[in-house]
Structures are given as structure tokens and as C-alpha cells.
């Protein structure tokens, strides 16, 4: 394999030169307003020191304890998504079911 065999992105060369372009012109923008990117990283910094993280601040409280809140957001999380995951295949179902009991009379 030879050297530019390595940063070939896809088998064409054509896709990689528009890859590296575009990652150029991304890199430029960013260089050319790097104050602007700066205060921006300062100020998403600033909002994440003032989020209230879903776990207990409290160096004493240790293991699973401390994540509770985390563990029950998690669970209802989990099982909302069963929840809709199955009422989204149920209809899904009794579309199919329906549209094959329409189209079956045709035959």
C-alpha cells in the first residue's frame, strides 16, 4: 500500500478530494473565527457548571445510591421506549393485516 493509499477516504479519488475540502474550509472558518468559537466554548462551559446533574453531590454517598436519580430517569426511559416500540408494531401489524385483507380482493 503506498503513503497516499492511506488517506484515501472511499475507493474514489474524486470523493476524497471533496472529503479533505471540505474538512479545509471547515478548519479555515473555525481559524478565522476562533474568538467567536473561544467565547463560545467559555459560555457553553459557564451553562454546564450551572446544569443540575442527575447525580448526589455528596462525596459521602457511594455506589448506586449515588446515581439514583440517574437509574430511575434511565428505567423510565427504557421502558417508555418498549412501551412506544410496541405500540408502533401493533399498528404496524394491523395496517399490514388490513391493507392485505383489502388487496386480497382484487385476486
Same mark, same amino acid.
Given at each position: 500500500?503506498?503513503?497516499? =493509499?492511506?488517506?484515501?477516504?472511499?475507493?474514489?479519488?474524486?470523493?476524497?478530494?471533496?472529503?479533505?475540502?471540505?474538512?479545509?474550509?471547515?478548519?479555515?472558518?473555525?481559524?478565522?473565527?476562533?474568538?467567536?468559537?473561544?467565547?463560545?466554548?467559555?459560555?457553553?462551559?459557564? =451553562?454546564?457548571?450551572?446544569?443540575?446533574?442527575?447525580? =448526589?453531590?455528596?462525596?459521602?454517598?457511594?455506589?448506586?445510591?449515588?446515581?439514583? =436519580?440517574?437509574?430511575?430517569?434511565?428505567?423510565?426511559?427504557?421502558?417508555?421506549?418498549?412501551?412506544?416500540?410496541?405500540?408502533?408494531?401493533?399498528?404496524?401489524?394491523?395496517?399490514?393485516?388490513?391493507?392485505?385483507?383489502?388487496?386480497?380482493?382484487?385476486?
Amino acid at each position: 500500500m503506498s503513503f497516499l =493509499e492511506f488517506f484515501k477516504i472511499s475507493n474514489n479519488w474524486i470523493v476524497t478530494g471533496v472529503v479533505y475540502g471540505v474538512l479545509a474550509v471547515a478548519v479555515i472558518i473555525a481559524l478565522r473565527n476562533a474568538a467567536l468559537v473561544s467565547r463560545f466554548v467559555g459560555e457553553v462551559k459557564g =451553562e454546564l457548571r450551572k446544569a443540575n446533574w442527575p447525580w =448526589e453531590s455528596d462525596p459521602k454517598i457511594k455506589g448506586f445510591r449515588k446515581y439514583k =436519580e440517574l437509574v430511575d430517569s434511565t428505567i423510565v426511559v427504557l421502558i417508555a421506549t418498549i412501551l412506544l416500540a410496541g405500540f408502533v408494531s401493533m399498528w404496524d401489524f394491523i395496517c399490514i393485516y388490513v391493507i392485505n385483507f383489502i388487496t386480497s380482493f382484487g385476486h
